[in-house]
């Protein structure tokens, strides 16, 4: 293997690593705020990750550019659609969660 | 690589049984809402299958309109069941249907066991590696017109499958207005956040829509594809509170509507008069033929399914009001 290829397998990992945090947040958070603030990190950390370890491996500059449009969108949208869900059950009464 | 085939081997059976897992679910499930959830995740994992399959095109579609559009529709609908009684009154009813249909189940279950069995029977009976007809189309390619074989196959080969796709869609979105449901009320102020968003997605969304047309000639992509991602724009902008206004919403929805399976049947019309065989393109404009096409079937299908979102035909309200 190549450094460029170590390089990639670790962003990967990590990358895998912060789509498990978030998933496990999402299942175990108490409520839907705490599980969306997991999510997020998962949606904008990890792709993140993802994308840069396979930019990396990419051939082309174009194809590279291609994956951080995504991760853009991905961050755009989704960051947007948290707010949208979080601002739509505090309108609906979802009280926060306290300990 | 050993390690790789089995690592392959493993993800591919654990993608396989999430799938029936995940239809297992929906298909169980007691709250509407949920299995619309679950029938999104089906969708994604569904488009997933395909990219393992080496079906990058389908995947496409699968992605967009299987887990996208229709989320969107069952949702849609949702909200009108939810506004017509509330759920309360519907789980009861679901479930004194269930008890008055429990024989017809055990009936539906037993002719899908047999289907199921069958179609295995046919999948292990199959020689593991055929060609199919891969060779005749790859020995056809040059005269398609385009470089991509999906798209060639689509709109060339076997050009009448799509010519007749494109008229269910238009069938459904009649099928729907003629029920003449009211809108639903969304709610009426849309909040900087969604507006933004679609104020800086909408965009985005039709150059993605043009440029999924435009590949299709030569990678996977294509009308269908382009179409749900132009649709996909339309429902983020009927979400924010967008409506046709009452010129636009009669006449020339109507013409964007019609004008993808109107081209096509009038192309095939066309070819048929004077070449005595239905859309069998002469070969020098086959290229510029399937662009035309697809170009006004990407419009057609993005405002029939955004169409299909709204729910009834836009001018109704103004009437109504």
């Known amino acids: 293997m190549t450094l460029s290829e170590y390089l990639s397998a670790i962003l990967l990992i990590a990358g895998a690593l912060f789509f498990l945090a978030g998933t496990l947040g999402l299942l175990r958070f108490p409520d839907i705020y705490t599980r969306l603030h997991a999510l997020t990190k998962a949606d904008n950390v990890g792709l993140g990750l993802i994308v840069i370890g396979l930019a990396v491996q990419s051939e082309s500059f174009a194809s590279a550019g291609k994956l951080f449009l995504t991760w853009l969108l991905v961050m755009f949208a989704g960051a947007s659609v948290s707010h949208l869900i979080a601002s739509g059950a505090l309108q609906r009464g979802i009280r926060l969660w306290k300990r | ?321």
């Open chain 2, 1 to 321: 690589m050993e390690t790789l085939t089995l690592l392959t081997l493993v993800f591919d059976t654990l993608l396989g049984l999430g799938l029936l897992w995940l239809a297992w679910l929906l298909l169980n499930s007691q709250e509407l809402f949920k299995a619309i959830v679950l029938f999104v995740a089906f969708g994604l994992l569904m488009a997933l299958a395909w990219v393992r399959l080496d079906a990058p095109d389908v995947a496409l579609a699968e992605a967009a309109i299987g887990a996208g559009l229709t989320g969107a529709l069952l949702l849609a609908a949702l909200a009108k069941l939810q506004s017509v009684k509330s759920t309360q009154d519907s789980n009861q009813q679901l479930k004194q249907d269930r008890e008055k249909f429990r024989a017809f189940q055990y009936l539906l279950s037993l002719m899908l066991l047999l289907i199921t069995a069958g179609l295995g029977y046919v999948v292990i009976s199959m020689p593991p590696i055929a060609a199919g007809l891969s060779n005749e189309v790859a020995a056809n390619m040059a005269n398609s017109g385009v470089s991509h074989p999906v798209t060639a196959v689509l709109l060339n080969f076997r050009g009448y499958d799509t010519l007749l796709e494109l008229f269910v869609l238009l069938l459904a979105l009649l099928g729907v207005w003629s029920f003449g449901s009211t809108t639903i009320q969304h709610e009426t102020n849309a909040g900087p956040v969604l507006l933004t968003l679609t104020h800086y997605l909408v965009p985005v969304l039709i150059l993605v829509a043009a440029y999924l047309l435009w590949v299709g000639a030569h990678a996977p992509g294509g009308a269908f594809q382009a179409g749900s991602v132009l649709a996909a724009a339309g429902v983020l902008l009927l979400l924010s509170g967008w409506r046709p206004s009452g010129c636009l919403s009669k006449f020339p929805l109507r013409l964007i509507l019609v004008a993808g399976p109107g081209l096509f049947a009038i192309t095939a019309a066309l070819l048929y008069a004077f070449q005595g065989e239905l859309l069998n393109y002469p070969t020098e404009y086959a290229g510029i033929i399937i662009l035309a096409i697809e170009a006004t079937a990407t419009l057609s299908i993005g405002v029939t399914l955004a169409a299909l979102f709204l729910g009834s035909p836009p001018h109704n309200d103004e009437e109504h009001t």
